[in-house]
């Protein structure tokens, strides 16, 4: 079974501290896919990362960086430094190679930016 | 510029009405989904589309229905069986036809259901 989970449902940060989001996955595949997605006020979900389960190097792009391990199964978000415009609704989604195409995602993690 | 349009933006439906909602995208992708998002439970897969003239049944399917007669369309129809109609549907789209699943998916704004 694929699942996702991401069990923080909201955070409130102050502008310019940094902040983690935790997601947390369950896959029988030995190939599978970690994506990332934001989701604005606006409603469309942007994509911001991928990640393969044959890369455990984490990633820095800017202020946003990812933590993949895959001995806890989890692929965590971290955002330097936070700014109002980060305030959004983030998921987590899990893509296998046997699943097709199809995309598990978690619940989403609902971030304020308070200035 | 490339992308995924969905229309309209807000939709309302009467008791015992069918609606259909438009997705279109540009992007020359063979698959193409339709999630349904409520507060608090994310994003559930109605159907998805891997090429034309075929699709498959996602997690909520019942109440729905849909058509992929073009490459470029997946409109979505929320028939009168579907008794909770009242949510935000987004429509998807990726590359990769025949599984992977490697390929981010791309997203529209999105189209809000409300009954009337």
């Known amino acids: 079974a694929q699942k996702v989970t991401q069990a923080q449902t909201e955070i409130s940060v102050v502008e310019k501290e940094d902040v983690t989001l935790d997601c947390v996955y369950e896959?029988?595949?030995?190939?599978?896919?970690l994506f990332w997605y934001k989701q604005p006020p606006s409603g469309e979900l942007v994509f911001l990362i991928r990640?393969?389960?044959?890369?455990?190097q984490n990633e820095i792009s800017g202020r946003y960086s990812w933590n993949f391990q895959k001995s806890t199964s989890s692929f965590n978000f971290t955002i330097t430094a936070s700014q109002v415009v980060d305030s959004a609704v983030y998921f987590c989604?899990?893509?296998?190679?046997?699943?097709?195409?199809?995309?598990?995602f978690g619940t989403g993690t609902s971030l304020t930016v308070i200035p | 510029d490339g992308g995924i349009t969905q229309s309209p933006k807000y939709l309302f439906r009467k008791e015992g009405q069918n609606v259909t909602l438009s997705c279109e995208q540009n992007?020359?992708?063979?698959?193409m989904y339709w999630y349904r998002q409520d507060p608090g439970q994310g994003l559930r897969l109605i159907y998805y589309?891997?090429?034309?003239?075929?699709?498959q049944k996602g997690d909520i399917a019942e109440g729905y229905s849909v058509s992929r007669e073009k490459k470029e369309s997946f409109p979505l129809t929320v028939t009168s069986a579907q008794k909770n109609p009242t949510a935000f549907y987004l429509c998807?789209?990726?590359?990769?036809?025949?599984?992977?699943?490697?390929?981010?998916?791309?997203f529209g704004d999105g189209t809000r259901l409300s009954i009337l």
């Open positions: 989604a899990l893509s296998g190679w046997n699943t097709g195409n199809q995309f598990y």
């Open positions: 998807a789209s990726s590359t990769g036809r025949t599984g992977g699943g490697d390929q981010p998916q791309h």
């Open positions: 992007l020359n992708h063979d698959a």
């Open positions: 589309s891997q090429i034309v003239n075929d699709f």
């Open positions: 896959t029988r595949d030995t190939t599978y896919y």
């Open positions: 990640r393969n389960s044959f890369d455990e």
